[in-house]
């Protein structure tokens, strides 16, 4: 059975909410007020996608306006033609950006011309994004420094650019140290450049290297034996390189052996220069010893020498500079993207796609099935295979699909704390899966044997391709599912845990905007309705997550069409949807016989929020209520007593049978998740049925109704004790637990046609609970095999 921490979980579910337009995205640390990640690069760093990061200051302080616009168009394609996706970098309006859009690329470039744009290292991070906090909103490019800091915060592992920075001549004394060179020592990504610049101390840079831990090696490029580590316009510099690297599947092979160890500190593969492109060592020297001794003798010292040396290396090179740095560059690029390529292909290959921090998508979709589909382009078009169409549902349900992330804290060997430390970076088991309230629900009715048509909502969006691929692999049918455009401001739900190294619950984050889309913008009555009429649906299953309108359209839909309705709460703010004051799914008027929720399955908590605002709103002093209530024939004396020998004194004490059994005018029959002390069942029997003269259920009778009464029979109040109660170390996942429950126990009430009660599908639903929270992501394959019981 459920243990306390998944009951938890449910409740927190209340932090949906609808956010700012700027991404849509909850605020996270990948789509905050300070960094936001583009959906492209999120999904395609999520699904194990080769992803290439590029900077920014090459077109802010690199080239001039507008060829740095036409250069930003030529590395992105680079990076596609050769089978990755670009994730240019920069910070627009005090914002860190990863993965600008052609506008927002415009727009950075354009400072170029204005030269009001800041470089961005590592130190300016938080000056930059601080003063747009408070108002002053820059633009920024970033360096490699500052590119390489975003691009591993986004999960993104190579990153090509043009030189690297490095020790200046003279660095011994003035100290000139590129940040370029710290960075590598403490973020693990690997940098493909062209070497650094060759005004540079190159021996003292490849020093300072090796003493911050950075392997370092030089693409041989054809050439045999040693090779000498390039000098960004020349190939050569006279300087043997501290490792040669064959080709992109060797440096590939280095990057995901550094990543298992795992090690902390970058990597740096230098890319000669294009042979055509290269400029003689002996030329460059000279050009390049007078750049230095004109910058010295007119005081360009600091972050002032690299822009005028560059300039004078221009000027004397006779444009010949400009060429090879535009060539190595994208030599660069196109490198990168191919050690990409392999990268990926080396983690598929060893069935340990991405493990980075970036929400995402199942790891059973495989990158065929998360390419892109014509049909999504098409609102409300379902990407169905006809040969798929179900014509006979035993189960519809009607519910959230998300993208769902699980965080559990991993403390180091040693370390007591079972709580993550806020503010700063943990140490985490990240596992990604396909979920959502509805989704959980839906899949684990499958799995035990139900036809299931599932009906949810996406956005037209990377995500929801992937949530659609992934339904098809778990074999649900993806008929029921609505694409919305990106104009319907519709982007496909996630949802974030963190848990503590125990797996209780620390912190949630979802984004469920889409689910609370008005009624308007969806097709119920041409989409929806026409599955409910076809299918015919003994039970539909409706989450919380919706719209109040629209999960009051469910209800009213499904009873219209012969269907009897399960809610699941979702969380103890969504669960108040029930009676709320605004739009309420049940008015004073819906009490039995004329009620439209047939069965809910709350937890303690959302079982205390409807009852408080059933209360609230008036409905438990409605004529309706006091009719059911006084032909439940409740005893007034001895009522304590008794509620205690069939359930507990704790359970009492709480208020919890008393909250269930005045709910039942209006929800006929709870399934009340109460964690480690089991499952409580309180049922509105109807006159006739076999339970209130059936010998075996006579201790769960609370009590009967008069015999003249035509709608009320008695009430029936069971507490099932938990099926076991796992040690912390046996609980793998308490992602889908309490919705794997919901689910078994609809699909015993379906198959059975009505031959079975609610208590009799009870055991068999708490072990399929207790499976999922065996099994890591959301629900457990594993409860196939309970099909046969």
Same mark, same amino acid.
């Given at each position: ?37 583009? =959906? ?166 490849? =020093? ?397 908590? =959302? ?183």
């Amino acid at each position: 059975m459920l243990p306390s921490r998944t009951t938890a979980r449910l409740c927190c579910r209340s932090a949906y909410s609808r956010l700012l337009p700027q991404r849509r995205f909850n605020h996270s640390l990948l789509s905050s007020k300070f960094l936001n990640v583009s =959906e492209e690069v999120r999904d395609a760093v999520a699904t194990g996608k080769p992803v290439v990061a590029l900077e920014s200051t090459i077109y802010t302080h690199g080239f001039p306006f507008p060829e740095s616009v036409a250069l930003a168009e030529l590395l992105e394609s680079v990076v596609r033609v050769n089978g990755g996706v670009p994730a240019t970098i920069g910070i627009l309006n005090g914002v860190a950006r990863v993965g600008l859009s052609p506008d927002q690329l415009i727009e950075l470039a354009s400072t170029a011309e204005r030269k009001d744009a800041l470089k961005v290292s590592r130190r300016d991070l938080g000056y930059i994004c601080g003063l747009g906090l408070a108002g002053k909103r820059l633009h920024g490019g970033t360096t490699v420094s500052g590119t390489m800091i975003l691009a591993h915060m986004a999960g993104i592992r190579v990153f090509g650019t043009g030189g690297l920075g490095g020790v200046h001549r003279g660095g011994e004394n003035s100290m000139d140290i590129s940040a370029d060179l710290t960075e590598l020592g403490r973020t693990p990504v690997a940098v493909v450049s062209s070497g650094c610049k060759s005004f540079l101390d190159i021996p003292r840079t490849l =020093e300072y290297l090796e003493t911050e831990g950075v392997c370092v090696g030089t693409f041989a490029d054809g050439r045999q034996g040693s090779v000498d580590f390039p000098a960004f316009f020349t190939r050569d510099s006279g300087i043997k390189s501290p490792k040669v690297i064959q080709n992109e599947a060797e440096a590939a092979a280095i990057i995901y052996a550094q990543t298992k160890l795992p090690l902390s500190s970058g990597m740096h593969f230098a890319n000669p220069v294009p042979v055509e492109q290269s400029i003689a060592k002996n030329e460059m020297d000279a050009i390049i010893e007078e750049a230095l001794r004109l910058a010295d003798e007119e005081g360009y010292h600091g972050s002032d020498n690299t822009p005028f040396v560059l300039a004078k290396i221009k000027q004397l090179s006779g444009g010949k500079s400009v060429t090879a740095n535009r060539a190595l560059v994208e030599a660069n690029v196109q490198r990168a993207t191919k050690v990409a390529v392999e990268l990926a292909k080396l983690e598929q290959s060893h069935g340990s796609p991405n493990e980075r921090h970036m929400p995402a998508i199942s790891r059973t979709v495989k990158a065929d099935q998360a390419t892109p589909e014509p049909e999504l382009a098409q609102l409300h078009s379902t990407s169905e295979n006809p040969a798929e169409k179900l014509d006979k549902a035993d189960v519809l349900v009607a519910g959230s699909l998300a993208i769902d992330l699980s965080c559990d804290y991993a403390p180091f060997a040693g370390e007591s704390s079972k709580s993550p430390v806020p503010h700063t970076s943990n140490p985490a088991v990240i596992s990604q899966s396909l979920g959502g309230v509805g989704h959980n629900v839906a899949i684990a009715s499958s799995y035990l044997g139900s036809s299931v048509l599932f009906c949810s909502v996406v956005g037209e969006d990377l995500s929801g391709r992937a949530a659609l691929s992934t339904l098809r692999a778990e074999g649900l049918t993806t008929q029921g599912i609505q694409i919305l455009p990106a104009s319907d401001g519709a982007r496909t739900a996630q949802y974030i845990a963190v848990n503590d190294a125990t797996k209780d619950l620390v912190l949630a984050m979802a984004d469920m905007g889409i689910m609370e889309l008005p009624e308007n913008v969806l097709d119920f009555d041409g989409f929806w309705e026409p599955m409910i009429a076809r299918t015919k649906p003994q039970w539909v299953v409706v989450d919380a997550n919706w719209n109040p309108d629209v999960l009051a359209k469910w209800v009213t839909v499904a009873k219209k069409h012969g269907a009897r309705v399960a809610f699941e709460p979702v969380s103890t703010a969504k669960s108040r949807r029930l009676f709320g004051r605004a739009n309420a799914v049940i008015t004073s008027s819906a009490s039995v016989p004329n009620h439209g929720i047939s069965l809910a399955a709350p937890n303690q908590y =959302e079982l205390a929020a409807m009852y408080m605002a059933a209360r609230e709103n008036g409905l438990l002093e409605s004529d309706g209520w006091w009719r059911i209530i006084d032909a439940m024939g409740m005893s007034a004396s001895g009522s304590r007593d008794r509620l205690v020998a069939m359930t507990s004194a704790a359970l009492v004490d709480q208020g919890i049978p008393q909250q269930s059994i005045q709910l039942l005018p209006y929800v006929p029959c709870l399934v009340t998740k109460l964690g480690s002390q089991g499952v409580l069942v309180t049922q509105l029997l109807r006159p006739g049925d076999p339970r209130l003269t059936a010998p075996e259920s006579a201790p769960y009778i609370l009590s009967r109704a008069p015999p003249t009464d035509e709608v009320i029979g008695g009430v029936y109040l069971r507490l099932f004790p938990p099926a076991a109660v796992l040690k912390d170390e046996d609980i793998v996942s308490v992602n889908g637990a309490g919705d794997t429950l919901l689910g078994a126990v609809i699909t015993g009430l379906a198959k059975s046609g009505g031959a079975s009660t609610v208590e009799d599908a009870i055991p068999l639903a708490q072990e399929a609970s207790l499976r999922t929270l065996k099994s890591a992501g959301g629900v457990s394959n594993d409860i196939i095999n309970l099909r046969q019981h």
